[in-house]
Structure formats: structure tokens, C-alpha cells
């Protein structure tokens, strides 16, 4: 392990005002804490150049309006779509995925999901009328993908698997995953709200059909997601939603709709959130994901480390989990531990972080979670081992 790599670059945390010193922050898979640079574009958004999009004939709103489409292709650029045409704003990852649902899904279609998902890659098909058969997890939590190669059937309309867990941290084979779909005509949707902040995403090499992501887990602000799908589906796609700014012409006989990403689009959207997501963007490319995705691998490496020392942790995930650490102390319950850490002024989540069918997988209840950003280093680590340490100790 590479302890020199998760020494904090003072950079970084000195982006991030919301971090008063001492504070741990663990708790980035959640919701990551906002640099300086989106906090301003944030401001002037509102401050500057607010006005609204795509309807305005005075020049504000045309700036507004090119500043907008100019984050839409930021993002395409971003994640390797083909075109801004490809990309949706949405209110964050779980409104993506219930688009896809609402639109895209025939209620009765059959839908492969996994053990490990949000409760937003379950809910929304269930709610659609999906029939939902799920893949089991490895003995070391990651998704099976030789079981999901067995059960897959020519029925499946949809595989949809998160590419990061948001509990365990384990990666997706992403491209095995979409090899296994395709091979009987499924499409792939994959949940990349725990991907996109920790590692490089191109959407063309994962040769997936869907992608969503949320922009609050991104260092951006919250009420601002995507869902990227190919043009050719996104086409296929009625509306969800209706209302302004979706349409083409409209009589109370007969309403024609815009092409998408627009048809997608109802309403005014959230402008000022559009604006914050490039700065976020902007802001984690300068750093780049790949420093980032080894920052986080050895802040991951040093707390597994320390934790597995310590007889009544039991740690969740495999080895090389992805910015994210899950563990349980033994006869202790999670959000004590949470309490207890936060009295030192360590931030972690306990609960079952919307991922009830995984607990009960697990045979818990909840988990305690430490999960990382760019602004965490070493000092956290020990901030949160000295803190379980104080854990054992008060209940014996
Ligand atoms: C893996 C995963 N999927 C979906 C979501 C839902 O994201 P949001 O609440 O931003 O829509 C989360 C958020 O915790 C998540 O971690």
C-alpha cells in the first residue's frame, strides 16, 4: 500500500469550505461536499446570469440557454457519449431510472436485477409492473456474473445493475455484464451513481444501452442527475411527463412532441443546477479520475487494514471495493457506532442505505459505512479507527 498516495494533496480539502478542520467527513457516497468552483458557478448563476432557457427572446436568456446546452455537451463529453442529443437531465439517478421504467418498460416486461441494488434500481421497475428476477451475490459480495449468465433468458427485456455498490463498493465487470444481456437481445442499464465520482466512465467501452448518475454525488448540486441512453432508444421513447418545453405544437385534439433529449424534458428545469454540474465536472477532470480513483484506492486499503486488525469488526465488500468501506461491530449496532463517531467528529452513515434486500443477503439489519472523496486523507482513516477503537472499548 502506498501510504504517500493518500497523504491529503492540501489542494484539494482547501476546495472545500463546508470542511471545517478536523471534521471527518465520511460519508461522500451519500452526498459529496461542494468545491469553491461550484459554489461560485452556483452564485453566479443566480447572481450574474440567472434567467430562463430556451424560451427567452432577449439576450439573457440566449446566454443562459447556451450556457446550458454547453453543460449537456460537457457531460457528453464526460462520460464518452456520441452525442449532446444523448443525454437527459434529470433530477438525480432515481428519476432517470423511472423515467426508463415509465417510457421505456411494457408493464409484465421481465427485468434482471441483483441483490446488491438501491432501492431506486428496484422500486421504479416494481412499480412499472416489471417481474423481477434477481442475481445472487459472490462469497466475496460482488455480482455473480456466472449466475446471471445462467439465468438469463430470451424473455429479459432489461439487465440493471449498479455499477458501483453504493454498500460494498464492488465494481461491475460492466462489459462482461452487457456481453451477457446482449446475448439475448436484453438491454443493459447500469446505475452509476457510485462510478461516476471515483472512476473514469466511457460510456462507448462498457457497451451499455442506459447509464444514469446523480450530480450531488459528483461534487455537484443536488436536484440535477442524467440519464444518458443511445439515440436510437432515447428515439423509440414516448414522453413521461408533459407539460412546457417538451412539445412541438399542441391543440386540444392532438399535442406533437420534440425530439429528445427535449420530449424528456418537461417543465422548466432546474437551470442553475445545469450550470453547477460543468463546474463539478470541470472540477473533478482538473484532478482527473484517475488520481482520484487512486486516491480513494489507498484511502480503502489503509481502512480495511486497520479495521480487519481489530477482532470484532467484520468487514463487507471485497478487497479492492471502490471508495467504500461497509462494516459491522460485533454486539454493537450501527448507529451507535454512528454516534459514537460523530462525538469524535467522524461523519459515516449507518442504516441499510436503501439497500434492504442486500442487508437481508447479508444477514444484518444495517451496516456502519465509511466512504471517501477527494478531500479525505490518512488523518481521517485515523480519526475513524481511533474511533472504533473507543467503540469496542465503551461496550466492552
Ligand atoms: C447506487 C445508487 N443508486 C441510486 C441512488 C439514488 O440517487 P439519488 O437519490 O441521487 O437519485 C444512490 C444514492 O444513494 C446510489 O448510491
Known amino acids: 500500500m502506498d501510504i504517500a498516495a493518500s ?3 492540501p489542494d484539494w480539502l482547501a476546495d472545500f469550505p463546508a470542511i471545517p478542520q478536523g471534521w471527518a467527513y465520511l460519508d461522500s457516497a451519500a452526498t459529496a461536499q461542494k468545491p469553491q468552483a461550484v459554489i461560485d458557478a452556483i452564485t453566479r448563476g443566480y447572481a450574474e446570469t440567472y434567467a430562463t432557457v430556451h424560451r427567452g427572446v432577449y439576450q439573457r ?18 462520460i464518452g457519449a456520441r452525442s449532446a442529443e444523448e443525454i437527459v437531465f434529470v433530477r438525480g439517478a432515481t428519476e432517470g431510472i423511472n423515467l426508463v421504467a415509465q417510457s421505456w418498460l411494457k408493464p409484465g416486461d421481465r427485468v434482471l436485477l441483483s441483490t446488491l441494488e438501491h432501492h431506486s434500481n428496484i422500486v421504479p421497475w416494481q412499480l412499472a409492473g416489471a ?9 466475496d459480495h460482488r455480482i455473480d456474473l456466472d449466475a446471471m449468465a445462467a439465468m438469463i433468458r430470451p424473455d429479459h427485456k432489461l439487465v440493471a445493475l449498479a455499477h458501483v455498490s453504493n454498500v460494498l463498493g464492488s465494481v461491475l465487470d460492466a462489459k462482461r455484464a452487457a456481453g451477457i444481456a446482449h446475448s439475448v437481445g436484453a438491454k443493459l442499464l447500469l446505475d452509476g451513481c457510485q462510478a461516476v465520482p471515483r472512476m473514469k466512465v466511457d460510456i462507448g467501452g462498457l457497451d451499455c444501452d442506459f447509464y444514469v448518475f446523480s450530480g450531488h454525488k459528483l461534487y455537484g448540486p443536488t436536484g440535477i442527475g442524467v440519464l444518458w441512453a443511445r439515440a436510437d432508444i432515447l428515439d423509440s421513447m414516448p ?55 487512486s486516491h480513494e484506492e489507498a484511502l ?38 454512528g454516534t459514537i463517531l460523530d462525538e469524535s467528529r467522524v461523519a459515516i452513515r449507518a442504516g441499510h442505505h436503501c439497500a434492504q434486500p442486500l442487508m437481508a443477503a447479508l444477514g444484518v439489519d444495517a451496516t456502519a459505512r465509511a466512504s471517501f472523496g477527494v478531500y479525505n486523507a490518512k488523518q481521517d482513516v485515523e480519526a475513524l479507527v481511533r474511533g472504533i477503537e473507543r467503540v469496542t472499548r465503551i461496550f466492552g
Open 131 to 139: 417481474q423481477i428476477d434477481v442475481v445472487p451475490l459472490t462469497a
Open 7 to 9: 497523504t491529503r494533496p
Open 300 to 337: 480503502v486499503g489503509e481502512t480495511r487494514d486497520a479495521l480487519s486488525g481489530l477482532n470484532s469488526v467484520r468487514l463487507f465488500g471485497p478487497e479492492d471495493s471502490a471508495g467504500i468501506v461497509s462494516f459491522a461491530v460485533e454486539g454493537v449496532h450501527p448507529h451507535d457506532i
Open 61 to 78: 436568456s440566449a446566454e443562459m440557454t447556451v450556457a446550458f446546452e454547453a453543460s449537456r455537451q460537457r457531460v457528453a463529453r464526460f
Open 239 to 293: 414522453p413521461w411527463q408533459g407539460g412546457g418545453a417538451m412539445i412541438d405544437t399542441v391543440t386540444f385534439e392532438r399535442t406533437t412532441f420534440l425530439a429528445p433529449p427535449a420530449r424528456f424534458e418537461a417543465g422548466t428545469p432546474h437551470v442553475v443546477g445545469v450550470i453547477g454540474l460543468h463546474a463539478a465536472i470541470d472540477y473533478v477532470d482538473t484532478i482527473g479520475l484517475d488520481a482520484i480513483a
